[in-house]
């Protein structure tokens, strides 16, 4: 009750405003003192309480408050060919962005994980400097305000962080920046475009929808994805290895399951369509609450190894050992 007071109070139940939760945590955080106070707890409790607010009220205003930005990044089109061996991804990523001011004379990427081969503004090559773990590219001429460009990045990324690689599948997860030369403001959604170059006998599961899938010599294929709704950064991903599918239906929209081997993963169709079977009734409740149809063609969930637990835009990771403790809890 206490809670619900406070934000009433400050938000009128608003919780799309960042700067009504700040205020109410401070003021929140005020009220607990207080009561500590009141109740007689020692001053090492109370000093304690004190820290924590001060500590928790710097990591609020400095890490979550969105700030304007001089650029508005619209489109990424990556088009990358991941190598199993080496865990290497490997390719390039064209930027289409529109600064947003006149002032714009950088821009600065995370370039942890990378090797930088060549920057293009427009299709003419720019200079670029790596300081520390950032790619930083300055603009010898002013670009013009509202105006679209094209920057394109050649590199190639063997990530520890953002990208798991195994023998039979690979996945990428959350750390987008890891992986993908982008930015990182989460308020600033993209749309995506992944051309991913592979062996033809995996299945891939990336963003948005399939659009094509084009045959290329020694045994290699090009799948094409694309995501037409602007996402976060860190929604960006794809999923590609060794698996089954299991298909399962929910009214219009189709639900595919794709994952190891029985004898890799301990999963069959069976107990997997055990373990998933209230997805498509909680689909049709959501919808109907929301008033409108998920809008995409289908939905995906890639079970892989380990206790993974990430959406994506346009599918799920879903750990093996997390689908057993289902089974195992909940389903016998």
């Known amino acids: 009750m206490l809670i619900q007071l406070v934000v009433t109070l400050y938000c009128g139940w608003d919780f ?6 700040y205020n109410s945590c401070i003021v929140l955080g005020i009220i607990l003192i207080i009561f500590q106070i009141i109740k007689g707890s020692d001053m090492k409790s109370v000093l304690l309480m004190i820290g924590l607010l001060v500590a928790s009220s710097y990591v609020l205003a400095h890490e979550d408050i969105v700030t304007n930005s001089e650029v508005d990044f619209v489109h990424y089109l990556a088009e990358l060919e991941p190598n199993f061996e080496k865990k290497l ?4 990523v064209t930027i289409s962005f ?22 293009k503004l427009n299709g003419d090559v720019v200079s670029y400097s790596l300081v520390g773990e950032q790619l930083v590219i300055k603009f010898e001429s002013q670009l013009e305000e509202a105006q679209i460009y094209s920057l394109k990045v050649d590199y190639s990324a063997s990530p520890e962080r953002g990208m798991k690689f195994y023998d039979d599948h690979l996945f990428t997860v959350y750390h987008t920046k890891n992986w993908l030369v982008s930015h990182d403001d989460i308020s600033d959604k993209a749309t995506f475009e992944l ?5 033809v006998n995996l299945s891939m599961v990336g963003n948005g929808r399939l659009v094509s899938r084009v045959a290329l ?6 799948s094409h994805w694309r995501q037409d709704t602007p996402i976060p ?33 301990g999963l069959t169709p069976s107990l997997l369509s055990e373990a998933f079977v209230d997805v498509a009734d909680m689909l049709t409740f959501f919808e109907k609450k929301a008033g409108f149809a998920l809008n995409q063609g289908g939905y995906h969930y890639v079970v892989v190894n380990g206790h993974m637990a990430q959406e994506a835009s346009g599918f799920s990771l879903v750990g093996e050992k997390f689908v057993h403790t289902v089974l195992l809890v909940y389903c016998t």
Do not use: W
């Open 195 to 199: 051309f991913l170059t592979h062996d």
């Open 16 to 21: 799309k405003h960042f700067s009504c939760l």
């Open 217 to 222: 010599k020694q045994n290699k294929e090009v």
């Open 233 to 265: 950064m860190y929604t960006f991903g794809f999923v590609i290895g060794q698996f089954d599918t299991l298909f399962l239906k929910a009214d219009d929209l189709d639900i595919s399951i794709l994952f190891r081997k029985s004898e890799l993963s």
């Open 89 to 92: 991804l490997r390719g390039s």
């Open 98 to 119: 529109v600064p947003t001011t006149k002032s714009l004379s950088e821009l600065i990427f995370s370039s942890k994980y990378k090797q930088i081969e060549s920057v």
